[in-house]
């Protein structure tokens, strides 16, 4: 982060920089439920992974209906033979036009990964949210900080991958 931005210049973005050994996609899935519960708007795509005999897939949920988009298959025996389904990503997408044009107090990304690291993905997307001040929470892994903090100017929080933290960050958001 550069020494002249402080707390307060913080946009309402954060990334979750996830441990190796927590399952993020549980912690977010669990404080999406509690912010849901409590009557909180949230819209966006969360990732659940799911098997069925010798495959797996990784899977975008619609967090406001359940749909599940499989985007990603893989042989269980073998990671090589993995396929990144473009078309199903590009159907997943349609989710967050739906969030924008219906409003949320928090949309959530699965992931900023290398797709989104070089614009590709769903970083059009999430530019859109931040550029209307939209309260924004996507999933960083450690390898695409870097990107991360040049995509956002060093303006998001970053946070662990802590219900606690969640939580405090959520509430410290104006509004």
């Known amino acids: 982060m550069p020494a002249d931005i402080s707390a307060t210049d913080r946009l309402p973005i954060?990334?979750?920089v996830p441990a190796r050994d927590i399952d993020v996609d549980r912690v977010v899935?669990?404080?999406?439920?509690?912010?849901?519960?409590?009557?909180?708007?949230?819209?966006?795509l969360r990732q659940?992974?799911?098997s069925s005999g010798e495959l797996s897939f990784v899977c975008l949920i619609d967090i406001e209906t359940g749909a599940s988009h499989p985007i990603l298959q893989c042989k269980v025996s073998t990671a090589k033979s993995c396929g990144l389904d473009?078309?199903?990503?590009?159907?997943?997408?349609?989710?967050?036009?739906?969030?924008?044009?219906?409003?949320?107090?928090?949309?959530?990304?699965?992931?900023?990964s290398g797709m989104e690291s070089i614009g590709q993905g769903f970083a059009p997307e999430m530019l859109e949210f931040m550029s209307q001040?939209?309260?924004v929470l996507a999933i960083v892994q450690p390898r695409h900080?870097?990107?991360?903090?040049?995509f956002t100017g060093g303006l998001a929080s970053e946070l662990p991958a802590e219900t606690a933290a969640l939580d405090a960050w959520f509430a410290s958001l104006p509004g």
């Open 29 to 44: 899935g669990d404080f999406v439920a509690t912010l849901r519960e409590r009557g909180v708007r949230v819209g966006g």
């Open 48 to 50: 659940d992974m799911r």
């Open 145 to 150: 900080l870097d990107a991360w903090r040049e």
């Open 86 to 112: 473009t078309a199903a990503l590009a159907e997943a997408s349609s989710v967050l036009r739906r969030v924008a044009a219906g409003g949320a107090e928090l949309v959530v990304f699965n992931r900023f």
């Open 14 to 16: 954060a990334a979750i």
């Open 133 to 135: 001040g939209v309260p």
